[in-house]
């Protein structure tokens, strides 16, 4: 009696022909542009750059490889692009992005992970407090604008709960504009901002980014969330990037709240760049300098300036978590 794994005993599938399988690809020369505005598990949902009010799901070609896709990335579609239900369009091509907003999950982690593409405004979101501030994750994220040389603002939320001053302060020299929300404002300044400009909204759960969208575009009915009493986080309500046109000319996008937000792929050089306050005592450092050592230039920021002394141990703190 033969073995059932048996050599001889082994059913082989017809090749279906010697003929070798051609390299040539369609060239799609009817491929429709859009812009992919967000992504659930596998399906793309895309805007036509014609015509903005048609929504259309894709799925990617096979040659493109998985995770080729971002939400702001501008793609060529073909087949069913009538937007009807059940419709499913293939994203057959991406052009080249013009900036790639990456982090990565810690700053020992090689790994990077692309948060959206094309975006060439970055709006930092933080609250004046429900939740409190935190400057590091507002270091880490400008530091990340600045090395994809990103235009960047820093939106103030919940200045009606507490006096926006010191985070001003901390990064009027920073950035390029700072607007301050409290509860019921007038959107004027901050939708001007907004105008010719892909931006994209990060920040902390709880800091307002979603509420800010629907209210800027009351249609958007993005999900908002209150702040954990307990351990004064916010809670996640937007799982997935959002990217939404806004009039007369621009997207916005809405991004999940973000607890970290990892460096490891930004040189020391772009570091530095985004602490233009400490500019003055980092030109007296020598080439090697790694400012932890007693004869670095930030050891002659006066005792008495505390705001500057923070802004050299925030510094410190990066370089060293994104070299060791």
């Known amino acids: 009696m033969k073995n059932r794994f048996d050599e001889d005993s082994v059913r082989i599938r017809p090749s279906g022909g010697t003929r070798p399988r051609s390299k040539s690809r369609p060239g799609h020369l009817d491929a429709k542009a859009a812009i992919v505005t967000t992504i659930d598990r596998g399906r793309y949902t895309c805007m036509p750059l014609s015509d903005p009010s048609i929504s259309l799901t894709a799925i990617t070609a096979r040659e493109l490889g998985k995770a080729a896709v971002v939400v702001g990335d501008q793609v060529d579609l073909v087949g069913d692009l009538s937007g009807a239900a059940g419709s499913l369009a293939r994203i057959v ?9 990456r982090r990565t999950a810690d700053d020992n982690e090689g790994t990077e992970r692309l948060v959206v593409a094309n975006a060439d405004q970055l709006a930092i979101v933080v609250a004046a407090a429900q939740p409190d501030p935190q400057p590091r994750l507002i270091d880490r994220c400008l530091v990340a604008g600045l090395n994809e040389k990103m235009r960047i603002i820093l939106v103030i939320t919940k200045t009606d709960l507490e006096s926006p001053t010191e985070l001003i302060d901390a990064y009027k020299d920073l950035v390029s504009e700072i607007i301050c929300i409290a509860k019921g404002d007038d959107l004027t300044l901050i939708s001007a901002e907004l105008i010719n400009h892909i931006t994209v909204l990060v920040g902390s759960s709880g800091v307002g980014k979603s509420t800010l969208v629907n209210s800027l575009l009351p249609d958007a009915l993005r999900r908002t969330g209150s702040v954990n009493e307990v351990t004064g986080r916010g809670r996640h309500t937007s799982t997935s990037a959002f990217a939404l046109p806004i009039s007369p000319a621009g997207w916005i996008i809405d991004t999940p709240g973000i607890r970290s937000f990892g460096i490891a792929h930004v040189s020391t050089e772009v570091i530095e760049s985004a602490f233009t306050d400490l500019k003055p005592f980092l030109s007296n450092c020598l080439k090697s300098c790694q400012h932890l050592q007693t004869d670095c230039g930030l050891a002659e920021i006066p005792a008495t300036d505390s ?18």
């Open 307 to 324: 705001q500057l002394i923070k802004r050299a141990d925030s510094l410190r703190r990066l370089i060293t978590s994104t070299t060791s």
């Open 93 to 101: 091509r991406v052009a080249p992005r013009s900036t790639s907003l």
